[in-house]
């Protein structure tokens, strides 16, 4: 069955510094991942998401991560934070070909300071 | 386009009282999705459906009931509230189950 680590829950970082999400997983088989962010009080939304092709992928807000299958890692970057990343950062996965239930991570709380 | 709209957003009930939690997305999608958010423990997802007609268990699905009402609306109801069922529900849909999930805001409920 799949799972989802996120290994840091909570991240500071100054603001303009370099960022990075770290998330893993466990399955024995295909996987579709995602992250998610969610500001204060709302519901989350998508920042980016992998099914297939290229490893790298861009998403919103200048954020990127990379599929590494070997690592089953999915490591979430941002080259320079703004006050406004602020907020609950969520690494979920699908596995193929089962009942493509959806799981979360238990989230990173990435902190910018000014 | 409203997107996916939950109601209510706040609610404090009285344990062993029951409530139904709304839920409806315009986008014309799928599958539905009922979650619970928990400090520390990320999002669980309670029930799902797949497509209009469907519904099945997710991790946490005790002391929990859905229904598919149609293709825009499911609702989630709680038939005995417990103090253990006070969480941030979120409801979400997508186009299908290998796709961008859209969140409503939530509802913020207490069981005291």
């Known amino acids: 069955a799949q799972s989802v680590t996120q290994l840091d829950s909570q991240v500071p970082v100054f603001e303009e510094a370099p960022v990075e999400l770290r998330c893993n997983y466990s399955?024995?088989?295909?996987?579709?991942l995602f992250w998610y962010v969610q500001y204060p009080n709302q519901g989350l939304q998508l920042l980016l998401k992998?099914?297939?092709?290229?490893?790298l992928v861009k998403g919103i807000n200048g954020f990127e991560a990379e599929f590494n299958k070997s690592q089953t890692s999915f490591h979430l970057r941002k080259p320079s934070v703004h006050i406004s990343d602020t907020a609950e950062y969520f690494c979920a996965v699908i596995e193929s070909g089962g009942s493509y239930i959806p799981t979360f991570g238990r989230g990173t709380s990435l902190i910018v300071h000014p | 386009n409203a997107g996916v709209t939950q109601t209510p957003k706040f609610q404090v009930l009285k344990t062993g009282q029951s409530m139904t939690l709304q839920c409806a997305q315009d986008m014309n999608h799928n599958s539905m999705y009922w979650y619970r958010q928990d400090p520390g423990m990320g999002l669980r997802l309670i029930y799902y459906s797949a497509s209009e007609g469907t519904t099945d268990k997710g991790e946490v699905p005790n002391g929990y009931n859905v229904s598919r009402l149609n293709k825009r609306e499911f609702s989630l109801r709680l038939e005995s509230a417990a103090p253990s069922q006070t969480s941030v529900y979120f409801c979400?849909?997508?186009?299908?189950?290998?796709?961008?999930?859209?969140f409503g805001p939530g509802t913020r409920l207490t069981v005291l």
């Open positions: 992998y099914l297939s092709g290229s490893t």
């Open positions: 399955s024995s088989v295909s996987v579709y």
């Open positions: 979400a849909s997508s186009e299908d189950r290998v796709d961008t999930q859209y």
